[in-house]
Structure formats: C-alpha cells, structure tokens
T-cell receptor, first 112, second 114 residues
Framework: GQQVMQIPQYQHVQEGEDFTTYCNSS?????IQWYKQRPGGHPVFLIQ?????EVKKQKRLTFQFGEAKKNSSLHITATQTTDVGTYFC????????????FGAGTQVVVTP | DTGVSQDPRHKITKRGQNVTFRCDPI?????LYWYRQTLGQGPEFLTY????????KSRLLSDRFSAERPKGSFSTLEIQRTEQGDSAMYLC????????????FGPGTRLTVT
C-alpha cells in the first residue's frame, strides 16, 4: 500500500542553524500538507502544496513539492527555540478524496 | 471557543469493554476526520465524513471500530471489545467545504485500556 516516509526521524539543531526534513511517497500525490505538533499538543496546519515543483515560504520556513509529486521538503533557516516540535507531512493520493497518509514525523530539538 | 472539541479528554477502560468518543467539529465545516496516534508516530487515518456520509474508511473500521455522523454535525467513534493495543490518542479533525484543505484538529481523547 501507499506509504509516506519522513527523514530524519529525529533532528537535534543548535539555535541559529538551518535544517531540512524530507517526505517521500511511494505513489504520486495530489497534494501534500505539513503540520507541526508541539509536545503534548495536537497537529496544527502549516501549509498545503498542490502543484508540481511548487515552493511556498512562511517567514523562515520554506516548503517544496517535488516535480514528480512524490516528495516534499521543509527547510527551516535560523532555527529558534520556538521551532521545537514534531513536523509531519500528510499526503493525499490521486485515487482518494480524503484519506491522508501521515508520515511518522521529524522530531526537532533545539539547543540554545 | 469555536475550535474542534472532543469528549472525553481521557478514558481508562478495562479490556473487553466498549467505549464511545464524541467530536464536535467547527460549526460550518462539512468534513470530519478520525485519526489514531500512538507515541512516536503520525496520525493514522481511520475514516472521514462529508456531511453525514462516511466516504472512506481504513480496514480498522471494518470490525470493532465504527463511526457515525448522523446529522452531519457531531460525530461519534465507538470501539467494541477494547484490547490493550487500542490504547492511543484518538484525534478528530474538521475542514471546510468539499475539498481537501486545511484540517483543524481537536485536542484528542487519550484512551488507556488496562
């Protein structure tokens, strides 16, 4: 079945550094969403990507959807302690209208 | 508060008992999703509704799990004959319209099966 894989599973970052987390699907996606979950909290929507090769920015966060619509990335520049949490991607395959497949997430720890 | 609400927030039950959870989505949202999340994992899709119609569900809902959204507003998720492996956070999310847009998650119901 379709799977969404995220790497790395864990990311330890010094404050001020940049890092990237990757999301890969075994099948073509119609869209992909990114969420952030703080410890003890629930997922909060960050962005949705729909078009092949699409790039969207939110302040220090840059999201990209691959040309083949099978992978995506989230790049964070100048990491801050407020970036702590787990980042999930959620992909929707072309044969579904609502069955989002979440990756296992990248847990980000920021050291001051 | 106009966000997604879930009740109860915590439930402890003995193995073999039935449990029912409730989700109240944001009032104008047509879509409602149920997910299950265990420690260190992402939310696992269980089912979703478009208004009162259950449009898609995972294989988990073919046996002991069932969900309803009778009037297209709140939804319930029932687990029959609970097992220890059912222990998890059960998340509800809602979204606007008939598309596949932003999902707003509720705080979840944490189920512990002893």
């Amino acid at each position: 079945g379709q799977q969404v894989m995220q790497i790395p599973q864990y990311q330890h970052v010094q404050e001020g550094e940049d890092f990237t987390t990757y999301c890969n699907s075994s099948t073509t996606l119609s869209n992909i969403q990114w969420y952030k979950q703080r410890p003890g909290g629930h997922p909060v929507f960050l962005i949705q990507l729909v078009k092949s090769g699409e790039v969207k920015k939110q302040k220090r966060l840059t999201f990209q959807f691959g040309e083949a619509k099978k992978n995506s990335s989230l790049h964070i520049t100048a990491t801050q302690t407020t970036d702590v949490g787990t980042y999930f991607c959620a992909g929707l395959t072309t044969d579904s209208w609502g069955k989002f497949q979440f990756g296992a997430g990248t847990q980000v720890v920021v050291t001051p | 508060d106009t966000g997604v609400s879930q009740d109860p927030r915590h439930k402890i039950t003995k193995r073999g008992q039935n449990v029912t959870f409730r989700c109240d989505p944001i009032s104008e949202h047509n879509r409602l999703y149920w997910y299950r999340q265990t420690l260190g994992q992402g939310p696992e899709f269980l089912t979703y509704f478009q208004n009162e119609a259950q449009l898609e569900k995972s294989r988990l809902l073919s046996d002991r799990f069932s969900a309803e959204r009778p009037k297209g507003s709140f939804s319930t998720l029932e687990i029959q004959r609970t097992e220890q492996g059912d222990s998890a956070m059960y998340l509800c999310a809602s979204s606007l319209g008939t598309g596949t847009g932003e999902q707003y998650f509720g705080p979840g119901t944490r189920l512990t099966v002893t």
